[in-house]
């Protein structure tokens, strides 16, 4: 969390809820340059000062209103990541993330996150910080026993095969003709597949 | 070419380089949602008509600027794909491939065209018929004679494949704290010693 969002105690979780989602719709809509504080507390009827009060910037804003919507997704725990085989957790989760990536809102959320790395720094940095980084190193936990199991080479850099998978992903959603959920779910084998985290 | 550039002979090249340059300029800066023809005929010092006797859409445009800026790129011929050994094409690029991805012209210009890719599908749908689908030709003849070679599996999907190491470049540059030129070469390694293109 950051100090921005420890400011008080949330009066009223519908107010935030309905900042939130109009912080998102705003952002899928018209992209982070496109997109106010002004904007986003007119669309959740609120006035400004109610969404200045917890949080300090738009980025902020919008980087936890994505991370609502994409925590959702469905991420083994560290007991999990542990305890079970790699293969069986990515068989576990195959289904919900073909759904999840197959779907409109996340291609549109993939663009304006992607299309704001550069010009907003700030809310890929932040985005990363909560949301990138813990899936990393549950990810890399899980490469890490698939190294051991013998499916991944051990000298393999596990920074650059989390960043093919996710590449992979991200990048054929973004293409012309994006799979639907079906297609997704072949793909994403492929691609796990070809990391050694699925058998051939 | 589509019919809009095929629109009469150009009487200035000068220009068009004048149009093509401010067109990228704006879209860098700016993106797509923020850059129109008469902004990008005022930048480049000609009047709104000169631009449309040329393009028909500001996609069409964006699309040719972009191109011009990364076909700069080294790119192997079909001759020489059929000719020789994929790691050999792969080391003679390496260098080039790695400074023109550390470049920071290339990470806005990356970030733009993914962050337009569902707002603006045209734009896309432009530059992956002309500019990405010739270069993934040649990654998949590139990776059959790896096939043949046994350093790529038989049974891999080459277009997930060319997923794999397009997407973990676009997606690497656009996180917190891109490599310089140096990590990019041994990035660049890593992907293609995953893929199979890459001596381990």
Same mark, same amino acid.
């Given at each position: ?137 549950? =990810?890399? @936990?899980?490469?890490? !026993?698939?190294? /051991? ?5 051990? +000298?393999?850099? #596990? $920074?650059? &095969?989390?960043?093919?998978? =996710?590449? @992979?992903?991200?990048? !054929?959603?973004? /293409? ?5 959920? +079906?297609?997704? #779910? $072949?793909? &994403? ?12």
């Amino acid at each position: 969390m950051t100090a921005a969002r420890g400011r008080g105690r949330p009066r009223d979780p519908e107010t935030d809820a309905a900042i939130l989602r109009a912080a998102l719709e705003l952002f899928i809509e018209r992209g982070v340059e496109g997109t106010s504080i002004e904007q986003i507390a007119k669309r959740a009827g609120v006035g400004k000062l109610t969404v200045y009060r917890r949080w300090t910037t738009k980025e902020d804003l919008i980087a936890q209103a994505v991370e609502q919507l994409v925590s959702a997704d469905m991420v083994p725990t560290t007991g999990e990541v542990r305890a079970l085989a790699p293969q069986d957790i990515i068989e576990a989760g195959l289904k919900t993330a073909a759904e999840t990536t197959a779907s409109p809102a996340f291609r549109a959320l993939v663009a304006r996150m992607m299309g704001a790395a550069v010009s907003h720094p700030q809310l890929m940095a932040v985005y990363w910080r909560h949301h990138v980084l813990p899936r990393r190193e549950l =990810a890399t @936990a899980m490469l890490r !026993r698939a190294q /051991q199991d013998g499916t991944v080479a051990e +000298d393999a850099d #596990l $920074d650059v &095969l989390i960043d093919m998978m =996710a590449g @992979a992903v991200t990048w !054929r959603v973004l /293409q012309p003709d994006p799979p639907d959920a +079906d297609g997704m #779910l $072949d793909y &994403l084998k492929s691609v796990y597949r070809q990391i050694g985290l699925y058998p051939r």
